[in-house]
T-cell receptor, first 110, second 117 residues
Framework: QKEVEQNSGPLSVPEGAIASLNCTYSDRGSQSFFWYRQYSGKSPELIMFIYSNGDKEDGRFTAQLNKASQYVSLLIRDSQPSDSATYLCAAGGGNTPLVFGKGTRLSVIA | ETGVTQTPRHLVMGMTNKKSLKCEQHLGHNAMYWYKQSAKKPLELMFVYNFKEQTENNSVPSRFSPECPNSSHLFLHLHTLQPEDSALYLC????????????????FGPGTRLLVL
């Protein structure tokens, strides 16, 4: 059973702080990893993608991948109340459809 | 706008009704998916279609019946639903079934909020 694990939270951070969201995956055949953001009552939207070990930065977002540890993370710098949402980690590249984690709920306190 | 549309956006139905959810993607993708998301619960993959053929059915009750007439359209036919079926139903599509890079990831529609009375 291919799994993607996330802490459900809620993760509470003060405005302006760095939010760190973590994810582990079970399938070593996974090659690409995605972070989706889902606001309450809305559908998931893709925000980051990473497939190489190391860091990938896009604005206030940094995705980190460590394939040896089967670990993916998303850092959000200068967190804003508008970042409050559920963040879904997903792994792809095996021989099955994209596998989603259960999501981590982030709350940024003003 | 992700290029995936769903209708209706909201639906209220009784347990004896029959209704259908519609999904359409304008991205030229080959794979389409139905997900269920109940309140404060994770995404549950229901059905997967690849090139119009169903490739996955995750033990979904028969009161949910999918239909994929072509690679651009996906339906979910509903009949004799239960109140616990009330949820957000999400359609997604991807270039191919196996996702290897950004161009192949899944894109979601806005969802249909279903309430079963």
């Amino acid at each position: 059973q291919k799994e993607v694990e996330q802490n459900s939270g809620p993760l509470s951070v003060p405005e302006g702080a760095i939010a760190s969201l973590n994810c582990t995956y079970s399938d070593r055949g996974s090659q690409s990893f995605f972070w989706y953001r889902q606001y309450s009552g809305k559908s998931p939207e893709l925000i980051m993608f990473i497939y190489s070990n190391g860091d990938k930065e896009d604005g206030r977002f940094t995705a980190q991948l460590n394939k040896a540890s089967q670990y993916v993370s998303l850092l959000i710098r200068d967190s804003q109340p508008s970042d409050s949402a559920t963040y879904l980690c997903a792994a792809g590249g095996g021989n099955t459809p994209l596998v989603f984690g259960k999501g981590t709920r982030l709350s940024v306190i003003a | 706008e992700t290029g995936v549309t769903q209708t209706p956006r909201h639906l209220v139905m009784g347990m004896t009704n029959k209704k259908s959810l519609k999904c359409e993607q304008h991205l030229g993708h080959n794979a389409m998916y139905w997900y269920k998301q109940s309140a404060k619960k994770p995404l549950e993959l229901m059905f997967v279609y690849n090139f119009k053929e169903q490739t996955e059915n995750n033990s979904v009750p028969s009161r949910f019946s999918p239909e994929c007439p072509n690679s651009s359209h996906l339906f979910l036919h509903l009949h004799t639903l239960q109140p616990e079926d009330s949820a957000l139903y999400l359609c997604a599509s991807s270039q191919d079934l196996v996702v290897r890079d950004l161009q192949e990831t899944q894109y979601f529609g806005p969802g249909t909020r279903l309430l079963v009375l």
